[in-house]
DNA sequence: TTGTATGCGTTATCAC
DNA sequence: GTGATAACGCATACAA
């Protein structure tokens, strides 16, 4: 079988206590015993056992991330990103979706999952009930949130400025001389912070250019995919007084209501124009290329993970909020319209 | 602090061994001693410790996927899936990216990784070495290859038919009356199987149709990722006699390929027709949709999870071979010449 | 600096 | 059917 610590001892005629020093890299062992420990270890082919470390240390030194959908580009770029900071770090990770299943996303942040077996929980809905942070309270789990901006310093979170996100896309829409301006994404139950965020950065911005907002053009979006904003832009697209440009929540909404224009005989950015917000690099080989907000996310990743690993090394210490800079990224989707 | 095995048993005034069998399902218990222990449970919010367990009985419950990096669509797709039908089988799934990185390969392979935590490992390579998999011969992991097809019974695995599926593309530029066909995909170093076998496909298809393959139009790619065949297609439209078709081993490579025809000036697929491999839901929004061959990810995902499940359990049975089937499908991207 | 002994929370082996 | 108890492999308090 496979060679444990007593092994390594017996056959290095040392103490367990001293291969468990070497091992661990600690500092105070003679030279002439570490040689020999180095020695067993390499004969035996001794790997220590990561179980029962945790199960001594209590640490497990895996994370979890907890997405909607794994092959959402937005999600899946994340994951890339917080793979790799947080392998930096020492950490794995592992991902649960939780498929836009509200009991899902309740286990896992109650703990009511009886398999948890992680040291902190990144947490980065597309939608998150305000209620269900409720529950987070009374837990115990480290727990970072990702793109959520809501929480008033009740727990650590990363993210961006959502309503300004918004704003500044739909202000680039009318700076291109564009005037019925739709918006898709908006979710028909009221607490769910991002999109909500959005919507009052979209209204704001049209307010500020002197333009009422229309209830018929904000179109909700049951999820962020490519099919709900190629249905959405249809819908749009068949009223009777049709928009000349569309401020979708996600990318992958704006993909799909760019093929929705084409596949209705218009062009864009010609008869429509199409922005979103993501900036995944689909948008930036599409054709038209997408105009986006993008957001950042290694950075995001990068201090998600530096912020769990500090809440859980400290798990008292006052929540901190970071906020993720975003930047407007203007490609040919809504090319202005006398250019 | 947290409630224990010991704790519930006091609790409920029985042994642990009591409590340890109504926890675990067991079947022999009577229904007073199981009313008293789940009481007890449910007043104390007592939860398993993962850990313990596994410490005790030797498996995780998680299962390791190794992909080249998990923001590349397919793997994301084939990621959602996996863990999908993972949980369906009571397993977790790690992800661990490679990054093309032979040395990280080789460590999850041989298990020289110190952390390893996992039951099994589903290893789906953009590409894999075969020197990589001898290594594993002398390992006890249990391993299942995803994509891969050429190792003759020594490994669990399940891959479409590569050199078929290449040759179903091809054959369809070519029954749409294209005959200078590029390809974009291959790779410079020879021991990697899954774009061999996509050449030979190539090739064949060419020959079968009377046409001699040129080593001009053999491209490599040294990622899969859209800027790779982005910069190929350059290179090919920028030569003297450019292609009229491209086939691509992935449909990443494609959306970078169709982006730079377009950046040239030319149509697709009027001057020049392009399709992938692999069905990426991007592909089908594209404009113009991608032609490509469609991987049926879900069968894969399952399979996959379903043979390394079998594989745990019965570590000495012989190596399965899956054929996953591939199917092509024709969208705009390839629409016939004279047409 | 190194050795000995205990316990992390389970499951499983033995008795009863 | 249930109770006591020995591992699982490691890290560390305490001794030497």
Do not use: W
Request: glycine residues 6%; proline residues 6%.
């Amino acid at each position: 079988m496979v060679a444990t610590l007593r092994d390594v001892a017996e056959h290095a005629q040392v103490s367990v206590r001293t291969v468990s020093n070497v091992v661990s890299g600690y500092t105070h062992v003679s030279d002439k015993m570490r040689r020999r420990v180095l020695d067993a270890i390499e004969e035996l082919d001794y790997r220590p056992n990561p179980v029962a470390r945790t199960l001594r240390t209590g640490r497990t030194g895996v994370l979890a991330l907890v997405v909607p959908e794994i092959d959402l580009p937005y999600f899946a770029e994340l994951a890339r990103e917080v793979i790799n900071a947080a392998a930096e770090l020492g950490y794995r990770v592992m991902i649960d979706q939780t498929g836009h299943d509200h009991e899902r996303e309740r286990e896992l942040l109650t703990g009511a999952d009886r398999t948890m077996l992680f040291d902190g929980v990144l947490f980065s809905p597309l939608v998150t009930r305000a209620e269900l942070l409720e529950m987070q309270a009374s837990r115990t789990m480290p727990l970072v949130l990702l793109g959520e901006h809501d929480f008033d310093g009740r727990y650590d979170h990363v993210a961006i400025d959502n309503v300004q996100a918004a704003q500044d896309a739909v202000a680039h829409l009318i700076a291109g001389g564009r005037r019925r301006i739709a918006a898709i994404g908006a979710q028909p139950d009221e607490d769910y912070a991002t999109p909500q965020q959005r919507t009052t950065g979209y209204e704001r911005a049209l307010r500020a250019a002197g333009i009422e907002p229309e209830p018929d053009l904000l179109r909700a979006a049951a999820h962020y995919r490519r099919a709900d904003g190629y249905r959405a832009t249809r819908e749009l697209l068949d009223a009777p007084d049709r928009p000349d440009a569309i401020f979708c929540y996600s990318d992958l909404l704006a993909m799909g209501a760019m093929r929705a224009v084409f596949d209705a005989g218009l062009r864009v950015p010609e008869d429509v124009a199409v922005i979103g917000i993501d900036d995944v690099e689909e948008g930036r080989y599409a054709r038209p290329s997408l105009s986006t907000v993008s957001l950042d996310t290694p950075f995001i990743a990068r201090e998600a993970v530096a912020r769990i690993s500090a809440r859980i090394g400290e798990p008292d210490a006052p929540a901190v909020e970071v906020r993720a800079p975003h930047a407007l990224r203007v490609r040919e989707s809504t090319a202005p319209r006398d250019a």
